[in-house]
């Protein structure tokens, strides 16, 4: 069973930094492209940021370029989301999603942790 | 890239079908046949509902359907359940692995 698992959400204070995870199990993480997706409160769903099974191709929502920076250690199965210089703007539940094999949408998604920044 | 725009709610009576319109541009759904929807319940993860326009992932009721014409695309619901009162997110691909979803619409069954 295919399974994403988002952790490292939190408080913190504007500026500060947070790194999230995402744990996957139940499909082989080395050969799919991975995303994360947030969602304000009581927003619609923004694509955040893209990342190829090798890390050789990254791309970033214009809004988080410079701050966010997208990871991944194929070894652990896990994926990674290093979100500096946070903003309220910046405040959201964060998703994980997989790439489906055939490219293009987003098969599996985990349930999401909440970032919430505020002094 | 600016979100795709989808009317903010739509409703139906059970048994009725409904129509879920998503507007972009030239740059994303009018380039690219890979638009994609999402079901989301109040609390959950967002779900796979549509890719590829028409294509329907397995497990997913054939009572969802996909189109598209021009910049736009549609998802359509029929035989309309309780269960289907979620919100929907339409999602294309705008090159460059970069995507961009819709506004959401909120489908209530009367």
């Known amino acids: 069973e295919v399974q994403l698992v988002e952790s490292g959400g939190a408080l913190v204070q504007p500026g500060g930094s947070l790194r999230l995870s995402c744990a996957a199990s139940?499909?082989?993480?080395?050969?799919?492209?991975m995303i994360w997706v947030r969602q304000a409160p009581g927003k619609g769903l923004e694509w955040v940021s893209y990342?190829?099974?090798?890390?050789?191709?990254?791309y970033y929502t214009d809004s988080v370029k410079g701050r966010f920076t997208i990871s991944r250690d194929n070894a652990k199965n896990s994926l990674y989301l290093q979100m500096n210089n946070l903003s309220a703007e910046d405040t959201a539940v964060y998703y994980c999603?997989?790439?489906?094999?055939?490219?293009?949408?987003?098969?599996?998604w985990g349930q999401g942790t909440l970032v919430t920044v505020s002094s | 890239q600016s979100a795709l725009t989808q009317p903010a709610s739509v409703s139906g009576s059970p048994g009725q079908s409904i129509t879920i319109s998503c507007t972009g541009t030239?740059?994303?759904?009018?380039?690219?046949?890979?638009v994609s929807w999402y079901q989301q319940h109040p609390g959950k993860a967002p779900k796979l509902m549509i890719y590829?326009?028409?294509k329907r992932p397995s497990g997913v009721s054939i009572r969802f359907s996909g189109s598209k014409s021009g910049n736009s695309a549609s998802l359509t619901i029929s035989g309309l359940q309780a269960e289907d009162e979620a919100d929907y997110y339409c999602c294309s691909y705008a090159g460059s692995r970069v995507y961009v979803f819709g506004t959401g619409t909120k489908v209530t069954v009367l």
């Open positions: 999603a997989r790439e489906a094999g055939s490219g293009y949408c987003f098969d599996y």
């Open positions: 030239s740059s994303d759904i009018g380039t690219y046949n890979v």
């Open positions: 590829d326009v028409t």
């Open positions: 990342i190829n099974p090798s890390a050789s191709t990254i």
């Open positions: 139940g499909f082989t993480f080395n050969n799919y492209e």
